[in-house]
């Protein structure tokens, strides 16, 4: 996946939908769910919440197009995110003695419409409170596209862009 130039990194709908009270309300508690498992770091859970070919994504810049011909901050598949998830959690990762411990907080949430292949586009701000030492803010502007077919929803693609993706981060350890 992380090479597959067929990957669908767009974010706008290619079929609106309609207001749907209960749709909206479903994407946000999906988004809610996500963001408390990250903040108890309950990584199994999270990690369960993704498609198998599902990409988590942090463009290095606003307006990105391509993760493939452009550096990203985070560009990862399953088996990077379990990897970092793993890392995050073993308490012998002296990065994260003491762990690091975050809060975010998910608003503006929008139900686009769905994709080409029939996924539903949402998208929402973020804001993630991190402290390990020191305290730092994340913000952003976050769009999931999210398979909603079957009985759980799953996470085929998490774009995160960060209002200072061009800054010089310490090191940023955190699922964003």
């Known amino acids: 996946m992380l090479n597959d130039p067929t990957y669908d990194l767009s974010t706008a709908a290619a079929r609106a939908v309609p207001f749907d009270a209960a749709l909206r309300a479903e994407a946000e508690q999906f988004l809610y769910r996500e963001a408390r498992l990250l903040d108890t770091r309950a990584f199994d859970a999270w990690l369960d919440l993704w498609t198998p070919d599902g990409m988590y994504w942090l463009p290095h810049e606003a307006g990105q197009t391509s993760a493939r011909d452009h ?4 560009w990862e598949d399953a088996t990077l995110r379990e990897v970092r998830a793993r890392r995050l959690s073993n308490a012998r990762n002296w990065s994260q003695q003491p762990p690091t411990r975050t ?3 998910v608003g ?3 139900v686009d419409g769905y994709d080409e292949a029939g996924r539903l586009i949402v998208h929402s701000t973020l804001f993630v409170n991190e402290w390990r030492l020191d305290q730092r803010t994340l913000a952003g ?14 996470i085929y693609l998490k774009r995160v862009d960060l209002v200072n993706s061009t800054d010089a981060f310490a090191n940023l350890e955190v699922f964003v």
């Open 141 to 154: 502007l976050v769009t999931h596209k999210l398979d909603t077919r079957g009985d759980d929803w799953k």
């Open 108 to 110: 503006n949430v929008i």
């Open 71 to 74: 550096i990203s901050l985070f």
């Open 103 to 105: 809060a975010r907080l």
